[in-house]
Nanobody, 121 residues
Framework: VQLQASGGGLVQAGGSLRLSCAASGRTFSNYGVGWFRQAPGKEREFVGNINWRSTYYADSVKGRFTISRDDGKNTVYLQMNSLKPEDTAVYYC?????????????????WGQGTQVTVSS
């Protein structure tokens, strides 16, 4: 499956953005999807994920970020509200054919190219 992340941009602190992860090539509903982010000089970190029935979030984004999916459009969304400067990073989506709701990078089979999110203070 091929993944394409989009929707990043520059936003002021307290603002919102919605990222999209569009999939092609396979039946997307069979995959769990995770969102990760990587800030300059830091390791890639887990943000949240979704499978066919559940979502799970990192503590740092819980209550501010929401993941949803529209399998008819082969797209998963990451709605980000109350953004903070520390949310600045390149955001990646990834797909897991086992739908494990894993926080581990190695558990994901396919990755998108990333989209930049910059939050100004």
């Amino acid at each position: 499956v091929q993944l394409q992340a989009s929707g990043g941009g520059l936003v002021q602190a307290g603002g919102s953005l919605r990222l999209s992860c569009a999939a092609s090539g396979r039946t997307f509903s069979n995959y769990g999807v995770g969102w990760f982010r990587q800030a300059p000089g830091k390791e890639r970190e887990f943000v949240g994920n979704i499978n066919w029935r559940s979502t799970y979030y990192a503590d740092s984004v819980k209550g501010r970020f929401t993941i949803s999916r529209d399998d008819g459009k082969n797209t998963v969304y990451l709605q980000m509200n109350s953004l903070k400067p520390e949310d600045t990073a390149v955001y990646y989506c990834a797909a897991d054919h086992r739908q494990r709701l894993s926080i581990k990078i190695d558990d994901y089979d396919y990755w998108g190219q990333g989209t930049q999110v910059t939050v100004s203070s």
